[in-house]
């Protein structure tokens, strides 16, 4: 789709399920402002109402259960491969069924069991060691290259191995320094940024491999399992403060800065930019070589990938301070209980020091229960990704069972399970060739969806009242 003049906008199949997802997200936003008008509900709806008897009311014990018919994420859906979106709701009712079994044998009574969020977390912690051994290779070539040992690389792709090596050498021990002279204790400041970091890769990886619409981790992070786990009464109260202040960039990453960074390099390979340069540098190389430049000024082209990490840099920087700026413009202007702010106005700030409060006053021992099954967690996901290596048919994928705790599928199981199962028939009936010529429909469902959703949102911004939003 990306590609210049790409065939994909004459296919019928593309307008087709761009029409249909487009008439739908439109007949949503008009209901929202005509009330009178019909709807087709695809988002998601809470179905706890229908859970109060046992032993299915246990299905509650861990949240809520929502079902939602996104016409996008069936897109995605069916573009994911099969065993991943298999596994994201397959473990999802496994989980569920899990809780149900928990409270037929008792097992209620312990707080947080069977402990999902502890088995997430150690799960990513697991991709990532598995990530970075599948890779223990390359990387020695590059920890070779840092150290002038090595030629590997010489940055005609943009940045050199060594400047990168160090930039996160040095970036490390810069967050570790602040963090110590800020009041926090050494040992869990190194201990914060390494898992900090390892969550960072497996959740870009998640989004690489996977292509999740979210992925919050909200009761996965190093906020909320490393406190419990280590216990506040091991944690000076001058570390827990900094933690707490740190949950800005540690609460939510379903805005982590790393796999939208990556997905803009994946769209310089796509879009061909680096090609493009390398054929000028060469245009401009032979014209040097024989002679013909004349008097004209060449000057060789900044690499793709060196320029766009550079904007993504300064518009990181510009956003932050822009955004820190326009957030208290509004809040001073409008109020913070303005009818114009959501509960998360004060809710995201707030909750930090809420939880900080009732740790400074509830000195709690380690938790080697949550520290166990955090260990159960990774022992799982390490097993389920040597089956995936070792054996053809297995369909079990370790990205799936970390996602069990997430609210992403919370949201989005049952589309990934009429996507999954829509995929599996296709290609048991038409193999690959049915399944290439279906591909056009869902990618214009997940168009119609997204140009449609987004003239609501920008209608809502130009009046200033909310009017339809199609996720989540």
């Not at 030629?151 to 943009?158: F, L």
């Not at 940024?193 to 996965?220: K, N």
């Not at 097993?383 to 290596?389: W, Y």
């Not at 969806?449 to 009242?465: F, K, N, P, Q, S």
Request: glycine share 8%; net charge positive; proline share 5%.
């Amino acid at each position: 789709m990306v590609m210049p003049n790409s065939p994909i906008f004459r296919n019928r199949l593309f307008w087709t399920g761009f029409l249909i997802a487009a008439t739908i997200t439109t007949i949503n936003g008009l209901h929202s402002i005509f009330p009178a008008f019909p709807a087709l509900p695809t988002r998601r709806r809470n179905i706890n109402y229908l859970l109060t008897d046992p032993p299915w009311n246990a299905l509650t014990a861990y949240g809520y259960i929502t079902v939602s018919f996104y016409p996008f994420m069936m897109g995605l859906g069916f573009l994911i491969p099969l065993d991943l979106s298999f596994s994201c709701w397959f473990f999802f009712v496994l989980s569920k069924v899990a809780l149900i079994f928990t409270t037929m044998v008792g097992w209620q009574s312990i707080p947080r069991a069977p402990f999902y969020n502890e088995q997430a977390f150690g799960a990513f912690l697991s991709i990532c060691v598995l990530a970075v051994w599948n890779a223990r290779t390359h990387l020695h070539q590059i920890c070779l290259s840092a150290f002038g040992q090595s030629a590997m690389d010489n940055g005609q792709r943009g940045f050199t191995y060594r400047t990168a090596w160090w930039g996160l050498i040095g970036g490390f021990i810069f967050l570790t320094l602040f963090s110590i002279r800020a009041g926090m204790a050494w040992w869990l400041a190194g201990l914060l940024f390494i898992v900090y970091f390892a969550l960072s890769v497996s959740v870009t990886r998640l989004r690489a491999e996977f292509g999740f619409p979210a992925h919050s981790l909200w009761h996965a992070t190093p906020y909320f399992i490393l406190l419990p786990t280590i216990g506040s009464g091991k944690i000076d109260p001058q570390s827990s403060t900094i933690f707490a202040l740190y949950r800005w960039f540690n609460f939510d990453w379903a805005s982590h800065p790393m796999p939208h960074q990556l997905e803009g390099f994946k769209l310089i390979d796509h879009t061909g930019v680096e090609r493009h340069q390398e054929t000028k540098r060469r245009y401009i190389f032979s014209e040097k070589a024989l002679g013909l430049s004349g008097e004209r000024n060449h000057r060789d082209p900044v690499p793709a990938y060196t320029s766009a990490s550079l904007s993504m840099m300064i518009a990181t920087v510009t956003a932050t301070l822009s955004f820190m700026w326009l957030w208290l413009y509004l809040i001073y202007k409008e109020g913070a209980e303005s009818f114009r702010f959501n509960r998360h106005t004060h809710f995201y700030g707030g909750v930090a020091f809420q939880q900080l409060q009732q740790r400074l006053y509830h000195r709690l021992p380690v938790d080697y229960l949550g520290l166990t099954f955090i260990g159960v967690g990774f022992c799982v996901a390490a097993f389920l990704a040597m089956m995936r290596r070792r054996f053809l048919w297995w369909q079990f994928h370790p990205l799936g069972y970390a996602m069990i705790s997430d609210w992403a599928t919370l949201s989005i199981w049952t589309c990934l399970l009429i996507s999954c199962l829509v995929k599996w028939l296709v290609l048991k009936y038409t193999g690959i060739s049915g399944y290439r010529r279906l591909v056009p429909f869902f990618l214009g469902v997940i168009l119609g969806e997204m140009i449609i959703g987004g003239v609501w949102a920008l209608t809502a911004v130009w009046t200033g009242e909310s009017v339809y939003r199609f996720w989540p």
